[in-house]
T-cell receptor, first 113, second 117 residues
Framework: KAGVTQTPRYLIKTRGQQVTLSCSPISGHRSVSWYQQTPGQGLQFLFE???????NKGNFPGRFSGRQFSNSRSEMNVSTLELGDSALYLC????????????FGPGTRLTVL | AQTVTQSQPEMSVQEAETVTLSCTYD???????LFWYKQPPSRQMILVIR??????QNATENRFSVNFQKAAKSFSLKISDSQLGDTAMYFCAFMKQSGTSGSRLTFGEGTQLTVNP
């Protein structure tokens, strides 16, 4: 069974631009969560989607948004990029919300110049 | 809110030896999971082991085992017969168990483990 895939793997943007990251979960998994990893803040939860609905949201500004499609694929969008948004963005999927382990994708490395 | 603390930023061990990584957590929840993930230089986050809080028996996966002390809110990871491929950042993580309130992992700061030849 294929693992979690994320595209693109690397992105370079400039301040003020917007970016969309994509995540395809493991086949059959319904829950998709997003995390931001930075050297200073560590791993922080962004949000989770289950059955096309946002179920949980972390403490991030409204510039960070996401959505989930009927096939469970998810996208996250960051508008008006800031230098501090430079990070590794990790997507994780699980069979069901709040049950069992999450499996992570390889991440998208976003650099904001 | 839950917190997870890993007090050892860095550790090193000789190949074939045993090493224990520490993790403590704080929660008022009764039903939850605890996980250890490893993140090698490739940055791919890999699940090492999981423990359900209601289970008294400590989880074991091959060379990896945990010491789960629920009352003390402690969850340590023991790696036996360490291998060079075990070199990675190890994260302890907490997740409330619920089929309705969603999945949200709370991570510790991480422990960088280096296995020396």
């Amino acid at each position: 069974k294929a693992g979690v895939t994320q595209t693109p793997r690397y992105l370079i943007k400039t301040r003020g631009q917007q970016v969309t990251l994509s995540c395809s979960p493991i086949s059959g998994h319904r829950s998709v969560s997003w995390y931001q990893q930075t050297p200073g803040q560590g791993l922080q939860f962004l949000f989770e989607y289950f059955s096309e609905t946002q179920r949980n949201k972390g403490n991030f500004p409204g510039r960070f948004s996401g959505r989930q499609f009927s096939n469970s694929r998810s996208e996250m969008n960051v508008s008006t990029l800031e230098l501090g948004d430079s990070a590794l963005y990790l997507c994780a999927s699980s069979l069901w919300q709040g049950i069992g382990e999450q499996f992570f994708g390889p991440g998208t490395r976003l650099t904001v110049l | 809110a839950q917190t997870v603390t890993q007090s050892q930023p860095e550790m090193s061990v000789q190949e074939a030896e045993t090493v224990t990584l520490s993790c403590t957590y704080d929660t008022s929840e009764s039903n939850y999971y605890l996980f250890w993930y490893k993140q090698p230089p490739s940055r791919q986050m890999i699940l090492v082991i999981r423990q359900e809080a209601y289970k008294q028996q400590n989880a074991t996966e091959n060379r990896f085992s945990v010491n789960f002390q629920k009352a003390a809110k402690s969850f340590s990871l023991k790696i036996s017969d360490s291998q060079l491929g075990d070199t990675a950042m190890y994260f302890c993580a907490f997740m409330k168990q619920s089929g309705t309130s969603g999945s949200r992992l709370t991570f510790g700061e991480g422990t960088q483990l280096t296995v020396n030849p």
